[in-house]
Every structure is written in C-alpha cells, then in structure tokens.
C-alpha cells in the first residue's frame, strides 16, 4: 500500500531564509509524487509535481522539490520564505502500477509559519 | 490548469436537516471525482470515490445512507449530508482529475459546514 510520511506538523523560518518542508514516501514502484498547499477555508491548490525525468522539479511562486529515490523523499524547498508562504502544505502520492482513477494519498500536512 | 468550483464554501443548517454540497469540473470532463472531509488541523481523508453514471464507491466506515453521492453528469458530482448532526461539521473538499492532464487532481475550494 501506498503512503506518505511528513514528519513535522509544524516548520517555523525567518522571512528571506530558505525553508525545507519534508516528505518521505512508500510505492510499490516508481511514484508520482505531488505537493499542494491549502490556505486558511480554501481548497488545496497544487504546488508541483514529479512524474518522470529531472529530480529537481520547479513549481508555481518559486517552490522546488527534489526527487530522490534511494532516500524516498520528496521534499519541498524554497530559498527564500515569504511571509505569504504561511499555509498548510501536504505531499501526496499516486502509485503509477494502480491503474483507473485511483485517488490521491496525502501525508498529515505541514503547518508553515514565515515570521518576518 | 483545470477549475474545479464548489458550493457553498459555507453553509450553516439545523441538526436534522440535509445540506448537498456541488462539485463541478468547470473546464474539463471527469468521469471521477474525489470527496475528502477535512478535520481542524488534520489531514484529508477520502470519503468516497465518485463515478459517473454509476454507484460511489465508499470508504471503510463511511455511512453510505448518510454521506449520499450523485454523479450524474461528467461535470457535475454531488455529496448530499443527510439528517445532519452537529458531528458531521467539518470542511469537505472535492477533487476531480483532468483525464487528458492525466497526472494531478484539481481540488475546490471547499465547503465549511456547520450543523447547530
């Protein structure tokens, strides 16, 4: 079975500092591997993604995420915070093998707060 | 990318009423859609898997006769909460997916329901 793990519930960072919002995952194969962000009563709204290809994959308002399979992670990655970056950020994955219109699994969410 | 748009974003209503919430692919087909119910600072969790033209598929120990799905068209997926209690406030949130972007789900906005 597919899952996603994020080990902090909450990640604090200085304005203008570089934040790290971390996300491992387990596929029984090569994943597809997502990252959206929800502000306070909204929807989730999607950051980026890896599918194939290049490791590091750049997304919408300067966020990148960096592939690496032999530590299946999937971290997220900004260098540098914005005080408008404070939401709630889940990873999420999709296990490629499963065919159909199999749903995303979300990690618990991170809780990022930018302190100017 | 592709909109999904979902209403209300906010509804109030008395125990023992039903409230259905609407979820529409503005721009694309989607024969799935997706419903996730959203508890204070926890993560998503997947209620039902919504199918055009047929019956939803239901998660373990989500009430069937209580969270009733409709999916009638390919634009046009319902969730209707029938005879509400006050447990059953939470934040709902719909996802469909883009078959021809065929990789991320587009998420609404989200639905607030509280049930007095």
């Known amino acids: 079975a597919q899952s996603v793990a994020q080990p902090e519930d909450q990640v604090n960072v200085a304005e203008g500092n570089p934040l790290t919002v971390k996300c491992t995952y387990s596929?029984?194969?090569?994943?597809?591997l997502f990252w959206y962000v929800q502000y306070p009563n909204r929807g989730l709204q999607f950051l980026l993604k890896?599918?194939?290809?290049?490791?590091l994959v750049k997304g919408s308002y300067g966020f990148e995420a960096e592939f690496n399979k032999s530590q299946t992670s999937f971290h997220l990655k900004k260098p540098s915070a914005l005080v408008s970056d404070s939401a709630l950020y889940f990873c999420?994955?999709?296990?490629?093998?499963?065919?159909?219109?199999?749903?995303?699994?979300f990690g618990k969410g991170t809780r990022l707060s930018v302190i100017a | 990318g592709a909109v999904v748009s979902q209403h209300p974003s906010r509804v109030i209503c008395k125990s023992g009423t039903s409230v259905k919430i609407e979820c529409r692919s503005l721009?694309?087909?989607?024969?799935?859609m997706f419903w996730y119910r959203q508890f204070p600072k926890k993560s998503l969790m997947l209620m039902a898997t919504?199918?055009?033209?047929?019956?939803?598929?239901?998660e373990q120990g989500v009430e069937k006769d209580k969270f009733l799905i409709n999916h009638a068209s390919l634009t046009l997926s319902t969730l209707t909460v029938t005879s509400a209690h006050p447990e059953d406030s939470s934040f709902y949130i719909c996802?469909?997916?883009?078959?021809?972007?065929?990789?991320?789900?587009?998420f609404g906005q989200g639905t607030r329901l509280t049930v007095v």
């Open positions: 996802s469909a997916r883009d078959l021809g972007l065929l990789y991320e789900a587009f």
């Open positions: 596929v029984s194969g090569n994943p597809y």
């Open positions: 890896y599918i194939t290809g290049d490791n």
């Open positions: 999420a994955v999709r296990d490629p093998l499963n065919s159909g219109n199999t749903p995303l699994v």
């Open positions: 721009d694309f087909q989607a024969t799935t």
């Open positions: 919504s199918n055009e033209g047929s019956k939803a598929t239901y």
